[in-house]
């Protein structure tokens, strides 16, 4: 049997080199050659601490994400800042509201949501005008800061165009068809205003009113307006005469309703109901006898 000779394999002496070694050495490297630079150049000496503290800031900025800490530490700034802020005066010192004559101050105060004493730049200025303009009687309001410490809730009060009657209840209506509030519950109720009678008349008022405007011989007298399920209308006038419009070219019918008062003065006689449904005729109705009692 060949004997095998014995030799000290090629490997031996050989050092053993960690996987990481060669990029820990790559760092050592770099590290040591941005220390000599800066030893040289002061430029490079500042590049060289502004690279330590963003690389120390980017690893903490990091640790603060993978722990979910951040939303705390902005939260904590906020408040920091907040108040560094109110400490040198920027508070809500006064509150003004302008503009109020149904409503009372201390209710629009209320409905603002705005004390005073909270953080000057802290007030939602379009959720305060928002909460104020769903007050009754509030049209719109406008709500601002005036520096350095005053907040203005300034509002315009919507003005009652007309009565809506429905079920037996009667309701103030803005000209948008908006209900303002009950008659019952309102401090004032205007005098002259059109009564609109019907679920539905709110929606249809200005559609109505726009048709009859142009005949003031008979929108003038008119007192009330009736609205059926069907959508035609009876005209109550305030000589006590019904006007019965079809639920059909209304317009039509009004228009030749004023022509003809116009050559007969119909709507001044003593007339109780007139009939406009049918179109080739106009139905006259006298108004019921009254008999006085004797006593």
Same mark, same amino acid.
């Given at each position: 049997? $060949? ?5 000290? +394999? ?7 080199? +960690?996987?990481?070694?060669? *990029? ?7 590290? $040591? ?20 503290? /963003? ?8 640790? %603060? ?23 040198? *005066? ?8 302008? *503009? ?62 007309? %009565?809506?009657?429905?079920? /037996?209840?009667?309701?103030?209506? $803005?000209? @948008? ?8 519950? $309102? ?19 200005? *559609?109505?009113? +726009? ?9 003038? !007298? ?14 109550? %006038? ?29 709507? +001044?006689?003593?007339? /109780? ?7 080739? !005729? ?11 009692? @004797?006593?």
């Amino acid at each position: 049997m $060949a004997a095998v000779k014995k030799g000290r +394999s090629k490997f031996k002496g050989m050092m053993r080199v +960690s996987p990481l070694k060669p *990029g820990l050495r790559g760092s050592q490297n770099w590290m $040591a050659a941005q220390m000599r630079a800066a030893k040289h150049s002061p430029k490079a000496f500042f590049r060289f601490i502004l690279k330590i503290v /963003g690389t120390f800031f980017a690893l903490i900025f990091i640790g %603060l994400w993978l722990g979910g800490y951040l939303p705390a530490v902005r939260e904590s700034l906020n408040s920091w800042k907040i108040d560094r802020l109110m400490a040198a *005066g920027f508070v809500v010192e006064k509150i003004d509201v302008m *503009g109020e004559r149904r409503l009372n101050e201390r209710d629009i105060r209320i409905a603002a949501q705005i004390q005073t004493g909270s953080y000057f730049f802290g007030v939602d200025l379009d959720a305060a005008r928002d909460r104020t303009e769903s007050l009754p009687w509030v049209d719109r309001a406008v709500v601002r800061r005036l520096w350095p410490n005053r907040i203005v809730v300034q509002i315009v009060e919507t003005t009652p165009y007309a %009565l809506w009657q429905d079920e /037996g209840k009667l309701h103030l209506l $803005a000209e @948008s068809g908006a209900l303002i509030v009950p008659v019952e519950t $309102a401090s004032s109720v205007p005098t002259g205003l059109r009564t609109y009678v019907g679920a539905q008349a709110p929606a249809a008022a200005q *559609g109505i009113e +726009s048709m009859l405007a142009p005949y003031d011989e008979v929108w003038s !007298r008119v007192e009330s307006l009736v609205q059926f399920p069907s959508g035609r209308w009876d005209l109550y %006038l305030r000589n006590n005469i019904v006007v019965k419009l079809p639920p059909e070219e209304a317009e039509r019918a009004v228009g030749q309703l004023a022509a003809l008062d116009r050559e007969t003065f119909i709507l +001044s006689r003593d007339v /109780g109901v007139i009939d406009m449904r049918l179109p080739d !005729r106009i139905g006259l109705k006298a108004k019921p006898v009254q008999i006085a009692q @004797s006593s």
